[in-house]
């Protein structure tokens, strides 16, 4: 037996749509990075991105164990002296929800440039509605 090993070319993409309402973060998050990798695929191969696209819809109504959304901060830094910011979890989710989510899958993903194309295919929407019907995605249950 010879292990194949997957090429961009005979890679085919679906599109999965996830409603998160009343989902924990960070459970929806690792399925969401497993969809993005292609680890629920037999041809998974790390070199190549064999992920599909997911569409997270209803991003506002995630939720968060424990005290979360008011213990969890996230840091992020200028370069300067002083040029540190810190939102808590709380404060993120009312003011840009679907940038908790990317966080989230961000941090589940490999720290490498397929990491940035992986994340360029996942699309997250406040509401419930999304511009991608065209694609026809199979809804993904988590």
């Not at 993409?13 to 924990?24: A, P, S």
């Not at 969401?32 to 070199?47: C, D, F, H, Q």
């Not at 002296?81 to 939102?87: D, F, L, N, T, V």
């Not at 194309?117 to 694609?135: R, V, W």
């Amino acid at each position: 037996m010879k292990t194949q090993v997957a090429k961009k070319e005979q890679v085919t993409r679906d599109w999965y749509l996830v409603n998160v309402e009343d989902r924990v973060l960070g459970r929806v998050a690792t399925q969401i990075a497993n969809v993005l990798r292609g680890k629920n695929k037999a041809m998974y191969t790390p070199s190549v991105d064999t992920g599909d696209f997911v569409i997270v819809v209803n991003a506002e109504k995630i939720a968060l164990t424990g005290n979360k959304l008011a213990d969890k901060v996230y840091y992020s830094h200028s370069g300067f002296p002083g040029g540190i910011k810190s939102i808590t979890a709380g404060k993120l989710i009312d003011k840009k929800p679907e940038e908790l989510i990317r966080k989230a899958v961000k941090g589940m993903l490999p720290k490498n440039k397929l990491a940035r194309h992986m994340l360029s295919k996942l699309k997250i929407y406040t509401g419930s509605e999304h511009p991608h019907k065209a694609q026809q995605p199979k809804a993904l249950e988590i």
